[in-house]
């Protein structure tokens, strides 16, 4: 989407080959561009939360492993790629999923046209996630439109950041959004902050400001008061992983969110593509969910009066914080899955109408 | 309860007549004491939450009627005291209580004496929020017994600040967190951010690990999943309002743990003095909820390595924010109420069965 007038992806090649990400951990206070020389910078990028949600993580992945095959194109160095991005977030299935194609798609070719080969694959990688989200927008907007034929603006809420820049482009759960936006419908958004990391006071709502979708921040504490006051029409989130059995792993505080609509009869829609659904996993109870660093919790980077970020402390000096990235939403709270394939219950039944071929997986 | 090894109260008048106060706002990082001198110091540390929670609150006014008393004794400088006092904060009920209860020990008595009486009751009014708050504590405290008679560690989540600093001395909801501590059972209390104020990391953590009791900070994303994972046995919040109904209208995401103690058959108490029960309102829906600045979203003070505190924007710059600071749980969703008569049912009749007297209120 754009930024600044300009229209960027979070991820892409320059015609001079080099790789470039948009430095997420910068935003929303600093537009900062890196650039991606070697595995080790796509891994640790990825570490860094830098580049992040789960597609543009597995674009990122992609890359990682195209740059490890362009110095050394061995079947030593691609494992040893595959197992060091692999290995940098725990709970995003389409990282694997992407290592998994990468390494498909060069395994059985000579070393000289490995690299050449991978950075192909990544670019379609790319381009297959955009036309994704694209189509899981253009789904979603049905949803939106059926609520816009009942009142004039459409409030939803989305927790986190499943907007472009956590994709290559468009974005999940923000792609149906920005579409509304820009066919002329009335939506507005309730952003949740969403602690620890803010990734929808810093993200979500430097998206949409720079797209001109209207927007309110509230902190994750406020959604369930707004359902109760009628003020969110519909929610919609991303996810990290969804099940087979239509359980959704997602950032930390959905499964609250999922609750509070629930009770209130708000629909609740999960957005995602394919790659990030586990067919191995029936249950939610069986995701690993990842511990970060408790450090995110008692410290918060913002932006001084002077224009200089600045890291300040917000807990009890000697207080111990704990740190869970994410938690798991039952299917039975979740109104529908927005696939890229249209709008599936979130049950295994509803996941296989859409993806029949993996009745056998 | 102690700071450094020293017993304090939120709010208290030294010997020479000086009303003195815990800035609540420095803490945690600075343990400063103000002290009020007039009426207009006593509204201003009301409506800046340098004293907060619902009894520390009722105090406060009631010191500051004295305090107005003290310069002018008249009746109109009375009423002056009692509108200035009572616009501070809308739904704190029991502020309304207290400038009630100033206005009755007054008002048939000579403008010479006024000042001594006021002072003299709300000395009691301290003294009476002691002693209710002990004794909600003793209340509380058997039903930690209960859980501490099936496992070794009891876990505890508490919402926002509802500690001794939030009464004058004990607190509602901690009060049986440090009964049970004293008495040696390990509890370990899971300590909600509470954003946007951060009153469970400042301030509860603070009070806890001053007191000694084990906790943990978690952002207000995090309680859903640790009660899918079995770690939290008990909920207790405080309250800023009860209905005669059992609604229950607190900082505000407290509705939103409600929901997920339900869903995960997870007891959720309240504890409360009964001057936060609002006898003349049935439902929580009538409830007057308070809308307080954006910047308190968007911008958050904490603690730069250096030790000065800073203001830092989190939001992304442009974007609005709402601010609501209480939501409702509705008493479907609530366990008991715990006050300083017994636990009592979420409802009118449990209520009424505790106190009988307001049975035609």
């Known amino acids: 989407m754009n930024v600044n007038?300009?229209?960027?992806?979070?991820?892409?090649?320059?015609?001079?080959?080099?790789?470039?990400?948009?430095?997420?951990?910068?935003?929303?206070?600093?537009?900062?561009?890196?650039?991606?020389?070697?595995?080790?910078?796509?891994?640790?990028?990825?570490?860094?939360?830098?580049?992040?949600?789960?597609?543009?993580?597995?674009?990122?992945?992609?890359?990682?492993?195209?740059?490890?095959?362009?110095?050394?194109?061995?079947?030593?160095?691609?494992e040893v790629a595959l197992s060091r991005l692999g290995g940098t977030r725990p709970t995003a299935v389409n990282l694997q999923w992407a290592l998994n194609e990468m390494a498909l798609a060069v395994r059985n070719h000579p070393h000289e046209s490995r690299a050449q080969i991978a950075f192909q694959r990544a670019a379609e990688i790319c381009h297959e996630d955009v036309e994704t989200c694209r189509a899981i927008g253009a789904h979603g907007l049905k949803l939106i439109?059926?609520?816009?034929?009942?009142?004039?603006?459409?409030?939803?809420?989305?927790?986190?950041?499943?907007?472009?820049?956590?994709?290559?482009?468009?974005?999940?759960?923000?792609?149906?959004?920005?579409?509304?936006?820009?066919?002329?419908?009335?939506?507005?958004?309730w952003v949740d902050e969403t602690r620890p990391r803010n990734?929808?006071?810093?993200?979500?709502?430097?998206?949409?400001?720079?797209?001109?979708?209207?927007?309110t921040v509230i902190t994750d504490n406020a959604g369930g008061h707004l359902m109760q006051r009628g003020d969110v029409d519909l929610c919609i989130v991303g996810t990290d992983r969804t099940t087979r059995g239509g359980d959704v792993a997602n950032k930390i505080g959905t499964y609250l969110k999922a609750l509070a609509a629930?009770?209130?009869?708000v629909p609740?829609?999960?957005?995602?593509?394919?790659?990030?659904?586990?067919?191995?996993?029936?249950?939610?109870?069986?995701?690993?969910?990842?511990?970060?660093?408790?450090?995110?919790?008692?410290?918060?980077?913002?932006?001084?009066?002077?224009g200089e970020p600045e890291s300040v402390q917000v807990?009890?000096?000697?207080?111990?914080?704990?740190?869970f990235a994410f938690d798991v939403t039952p299917a039975r709270l979740v109104t529908g899955l927005i696939t890229e394939r249209g709008v599936a219950e979130a049950s295994e039944a509803g996941l296989l109408k859409l993806y029949p071929e993996r009745a056998h997986d």
């Open 5 to 78: 007038g300009e229209h960027y992806r979070s991820i892409w090649r320059e015609s001079d080959g080099a790789v470039r990400i948009i430095d997420q951990t910068r935003l929303p206070f600093r537009f900062e561009i890196l650039e991606l020389e070697t595995l080790e910078d796509a891994a640790r990028v990825i570490e860094t939360m830098q580049v992040r949600g789960a597609p543009c993580i597995g674009a990122t992945a992609a890359y990682g492993v195209a740059l490890a095959l362009l110095e050394d194109a061995s079947d030593e160095a691609l």
């Open 262 to 265: 629930y009770d209130n009869n």
């Open 315 to 323: 807990t009890a000096p000697g207080s111990a914080a704990a740190n």
């Open 199 to 215: 990734q929808g006071a810093a993200l979500t709502a430097w998206e949409l400001g720079s797209h001109g979708v209207p927007h």
């Open 145 to 189: 439109l059926t609520h816009a034929a009942k009142k004039s603006r459409v409030n939803i809420l989305t927790h986190c950041n499943a907007g472009w820049i956590a994709t290559v482009d468009w974005g999940t759960a923000l792609a149906p959004i920005y579409m509304a936006h820009d066919v002329g419908i009335d939506v507005h958004v």
């Open 268 to 306: 609740f829609y999960v957005a995602l593509p394919h790659t990030t659904i586990d067919w191995g996993l029936l249950s939610g109870d069986d995701i690993p969910i990842e511990e970060r660093a408790a450090e995110e919790v008692t410290h918060l980077t913002g932006l001084k009066a002077n």
